[in-house]
């Protein structure tokens, strides 16, 4: 499900996906670059403004409720190819980096390409959810 809110800059109302929380950010910015979000965050800090953040909306918490700035990281959702890591013999592995907004639909896809597919495990149910979200309110075992 994409966020509530698709237009950059001034925001509307925002809710999350089970309409349990809502606010009226001031802005609600869509950067797809790690120097954008970089800039949006001085810019809130240079005008005594809070930053929250927002993938998907799926948390129940109120982590991205604010009156501040919420930035929708929809938009920062490359995927960087596999790299393989040297590591001991019995820890070598494939390294995938993602941006915070890649959804585990987009990072699954993009593992099954790879030759052998790789895959990562994973308990969340919703394949819109967005690894930022996942990582950040520890959703992972």
């Known amino acids: 499900m994409p966020p ?7 925001a509307g109302t ?5 309409k349990t929380q809502s606010c009226r950010p001031a802005e609600e910015p869509h950067p797809n670059s790690k120097e954008a ?17 927002a993938g ?8 991205s409720v604010t009156d501040g700035v919420l930035v929708i990281v929809d ?13 001991p013999p019995e820890n070598e592995s494939w390294t995938v980096e993602v941006e915070t907004g890649v959804t585990i639909k987009q990072l699954d896809k993009f593992l099954r390409t790879h030759n052998p597919p790789l895959a990562v495990p ?3 149910v919703l394949e819109s959810v967005r690894y930022g979200g ?7 075992r």
């Open 14 to 18: 925002w809710t999350n996906w089970a």
């Open 75 to 87: 938009k920062m959702n490359k995927i960087y190819p596999p790299a393989k890591r040297t590591y």
């Open 37 to 53: 979000l970089i800039a949006i965050v001085n810019e809130a800090r240079e005008k005594g403004k809070k930053v929250r953040c």
């Open 4 to 10: 509530p809110n698709e237009d950059d800059g001034d």
């Open 56 to 63: 998907s909306g799926h948390s129940w918490s109120s982590s």
């Open 134 to 140: 996942v990582l950040s309110l520890g959703c992972v």
């Open 122 to 124: 994973s308990n969340t």
